[in-house]
Every structure is written in C-alpha cells, then in structure tokens.
C-alpha cells in the first residue's frame, strides 16, 4: 500500500471484531487464517472503550504474537492486520494497524488494496503542512480524516473516503466502533460475519470459520458501515461504481476454503481446471497441480480430462512464497527448497502440471526442470490464468512489465524458456465464464487489467510508467 512507483505493492489482510471479551485472541486467530495474504508482518489494536492499544512485528502472526503479548491487549473491539510487501519499505511503522493518536481522539486504520492516488494526496497535504510518520497509502487516509483537528465526524470520514482512488477494503477503530469500508469498484473481498453477539469483518470468509462465527454478507462496493452498541447501520460514502473485482483474488490469492462474492473458491478453481481440460487438451499419463493454490484447478482438469490425478510435486510447508525472495537467484533457490517431484509419480510419463499463473516465469521452468530430472517423458503446462502483460497497481504484486515474462515474449518463446513440451493459458473470456458460471446475469464486473492492460481507474501515480507500456508494447508478441 505504499505509494511508491515500483514494487512497493502488498496483498495484505484485514480483520475486525466487535463486542467480544477477547478481542485480541479473536483477532490472532483470525489473522492466522489470513496469513496467506502477508507474511512480513502483524499487528492488532484493541480498544477497551477509553484508549487504543497497539502490539505489531515483523514476521507471521505465531511469531509476533504469544499469549503474554496478546493478555497485554484488553479490549473488547479491535481490528487487525498482515501485511506483505516486496521490496524495500520494510520498516516496523509501515506495519498496521497504524494508531493515531491525539488529544481530541483515536484512530486506528488497517487497508487491504492499493491507491493510485495516494502520492498526489500526500503532497497535498504536505504542502497543508501535515507531516508523515510512514510511506504507507493507509496513513493517507489518516490524514486526510484528521484534517480540520476536531473529532472526526462520519461524514468528514466518508469525504475523506471519496477522495481515495483504487482498490481499498479498509477496518478502523474510532469513537467506539468498528468501521468497514470498500472502494467503490469492490475491487477486493471483504465481508461481514457474526458470532453470538460478536460482529467480525475479515478480507476472507475463512477468518470466520476458525472464529466460529457465521458468514452474513458481502459488504458491498461503496459502502461504510458502521459497528456499534446500536448494531451494524449501514451507508454509502460514494456511488457504487462498475464493479471490477479482481480476477487473481479468485485464481490465486484467495483460499479454497473462502466464498468469495458467494462463490467457493476451491469450486471455482475446479471449474477452471475443467474449462482449461476442454479449451487446451492433451494427450497425458497424469495430472498434477502446484501446490498449493492450483491442486483444486488440476483435480478439475483432471476430472475433464479423464487423466489420473496424482501427486506429482510435494511442498515443503515451512518455506514462504517465493515471491517473497527479493533477487532472481534466490528465488530460483526459493522454488527448489519449496517444491519437491515425486519421482514414482512421474518418471516415464507425459505429464500435465497446472499452476494460476506465470509471473516471471521462474516457477515454471524450475517445475518444468524439476519434473524432467525426476524421469517425465514429456512435460504439458497449462495456466487457469491469461498471460499476465502489465503491471498491477491494486495491491497483488505481479511485478513491473520488463519482469513479466509474458510482457516481453510470446507464448511460444516463453513455452520454449520454461523447457516445456507445450503451454496453453486460459483465455480472459473462459476465465470470466466461469468466475461467472457461464451466468451472464451474474456478470459482476472484473478486474483484468494486468491481463488486459485496460485499468479500472485512472491510474493517476502510475501514469507516469511510459517506458513500461514501451516494453510491453515493443515486446508483447503473442
Ligand atoms: P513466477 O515464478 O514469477 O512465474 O510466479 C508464478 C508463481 O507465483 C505461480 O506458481 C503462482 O502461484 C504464484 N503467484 C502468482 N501471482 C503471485 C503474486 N502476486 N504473489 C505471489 N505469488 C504469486
Ligand atoms: Fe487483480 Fe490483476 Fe486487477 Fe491487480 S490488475 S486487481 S491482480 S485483476
């Protein structure tokens, strides 16, 4: 959520409980279930009706948070959040929430999602004379809120809402209440559940089920609602806009076991592996899937297919995503030490391997490597996902135009530099079919842009990224 040009983007989570004797714990465990989304670092802030209190670190959320730390935080609200980042902007006061605190008021704000506007905000507010602690878009939004000094009143908070540009699925403690928020263009899950008389909001439906809590609804594109001693009062701080969801949410970044926009996510995975069975078919022995976010989408292609389904590639859980590694090198090293081939599996077969997506290509063509030195025959990859061509601004890091391996070589080139037998991506179309369910009256509205290049929004910070669309321009042959 940095406003920074290159790289600074983050998936994060976000997570808020109201009304609940262990706030904190709740939050822990929540954030656990989230941690998928961010794995740099944690933070939870509760509140026990008079102040904020803060507790936040480096690191996953078993290792920021144990029992002494979470006993020092009473409360009965709070909100919480993790955060991942790439390069860079790693320092402790980037790490949400972030607190605000003045003599007038409290505020604690955590966001999932990128601005595109944040810079420009930030300068004018610097040139108003507000001073900024940290990089992050989220303090942005802080500022903008606590303009004018006095307590902020909901309707200066849903102006300052307005002002914002992009994707952002926002908690916030303030006054009392728990606070949810999404951009106009619901460009990131977000979602409303209840425990007993608890009220928990979480990026994803799977925070509910560790929780105990039941899924109640999607908070909706636009809307601001408010949790408090009255219950949940629900408003809108702007228009609904064209939804535009993001399509990585459903094809990678989400887990299996959420519902997003009602839809089960595993399902939905399948029914891509399905699609990419029929669209692209090959002649194989075995199906496998990379662990662990395409295993739904290789059952499904496997199903379609009628090929076996076999465990050809093994994880080793105590790695963290590759993408995490910050040079080329070490994420080479970082595919190897995460995946392992099951030889008996593949040696002397013709095997499918299906994976969401190829970024820079590096997975691919360790796994493609992997699999032959383990004794494939021959080697089929097929992606549940188009060739990501452009740069995401919305807070999915899938890196600048000159990185994407598809931004600068064809299919048939990129085939050639993973070492596969052949490669085959899902169209945009299929893709959104069956996000869709082959529902045209479902049709909610996609974000594709980092397939399409078409952005939602102005892009407005980015604009300024010429030599990238060049790149991607000159290059882009298939
Ligand atoms: P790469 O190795 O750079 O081609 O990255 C592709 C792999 O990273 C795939 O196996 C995906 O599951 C995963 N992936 C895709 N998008 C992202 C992302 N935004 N952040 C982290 N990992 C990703
Ligand atoms: Fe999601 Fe791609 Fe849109 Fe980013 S550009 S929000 S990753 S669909």
């Known amino acids: 959520m940095s406003s920074d040009i290159k790289g600074l983007n983050e998936e994060c989570g976000v997570f808020g409980v109201y009304n609940h004797v262990q706030a904190a714990h709740m939050t822990y465990y929540g954030l656990h ?15 026990d009706g008079d102040k904020l209190e803060q507790s936040k670190g480096h690191g996953l959320v078993t290792e920021v948070f144990d029992e002494s730390k979470l006993a020092h935080l009473p409360g009965q609200k709070a909100i ?5 980042s790439t390069t860079g902007d790693k320092s402790y006061e980037n790490i949400q929430p972030l607190l605000f605190q003045s003599q007038t008021n409290t505020l604690s704000v955590a966001h999932n999602g990128n601005l595109v506007n944040a810079s420009r905000l930030r300068s004018a507010l610097e040139d108003e004379g507000s001073i900024f602690q940290t990089t992050s878009d ?3 939004i802080a500022h903008l809120i606590r303009k004018g000094g006095k307590q902020p009143s909901h309707k200066r908070i849903k102006a300052s809402l307005k002002q914002l540009e992009g994707a952002f699925a926002i908690v916030m403690l303030h006054d009392n209440q728990l606070i949810a928020a999404l951009d106009p263009r619901g460009m990131r899950p977000l979602s409303l559940g209840k425990v007993g008389d608890s009220y928990v909001i979480a990026s994803e439906t799977c925070a509910f089920d560790v929780v105990g809590a039941d899924y109640v609804r999607d908070i909706q594109p636009g809307e601001y609602l408010v949790i408090d001693e009255n219950g949940v009062n629900s408003s809108y701080f702007s228009e609904p806009n ?3 969801i993001c399509t990585m949410e459903y094809v990678y970044f989400a887990r299996p076991d959420s519902q997003v926009d009602g839809d089960n996510i595993h399902r939905t995975r399948k029914q891509l592996g399905k699609k990419l069975a029929e669209t692209d078919p090959v002649e194989a022995d075995v199906v496998t899937g990379v662990p662990d976010s395409s295993i739904s989408a290789a059952i499904g292609f496997a199903e379609a297919s009628q090929i076996p389904y076999e465990l050809g590639l093994i994880k080793n859980r105590y790695v963290g995503r590759t993408f995490i590694q910050p040079s080329q090198e070490l994420r080479e090293r970082g595919v190897r030490m995460k995946l392992s081939p099951v030889r008996k599996v593949v040696e002397g077969m013709r095997v499918v391997i299906v994976d969401d ?4 290509g590096t997975t691919s063509r360790r796994i493609v490597s992997m699999l032959k030195e383990a004794g494939a025959k021959e080697v089929h990859v097929r992606i549940t996902a188009p060739p990501i061509k452009h740069p995401c601004f919305y807070g999915i890091d899938t890196s600048t135009s000159s990185e994407l391996i598809a931004a600068n070589y064809s299919v048939e080139e990129t085939r050639e530099k993973i070492g596969a037998d052949s490669l085959c991506y899902l169209t945009s179309e299929a893709m959104v079919n069956v996000i869709d369910r082959d529902d045209e009256s479902k049709n909610q509205g996609h974000c594709l842009a980092c397939f399409t290049g078409n952005y939602p929004t102005e892009i407005y910070d980015h604009s300024v990224l010429p030599h990238e669309k060049e790149q991607s321009v000159e290059h882009s042959t298939s």
């Open 80 to 84: 919480g959040h993790v955060r991942y």
């Open 242 to 244: 064209d939804r535009a």
């Open 357 to 360: 997506s190829i970024v820079r």
């Open 33 to 47: 279930s989230l941690q998928h989304r961010g794995q740099e670092g944690a933070g939870i802030v509760v509140s």
């Open 138 to 140: 989220t303090e942005v």
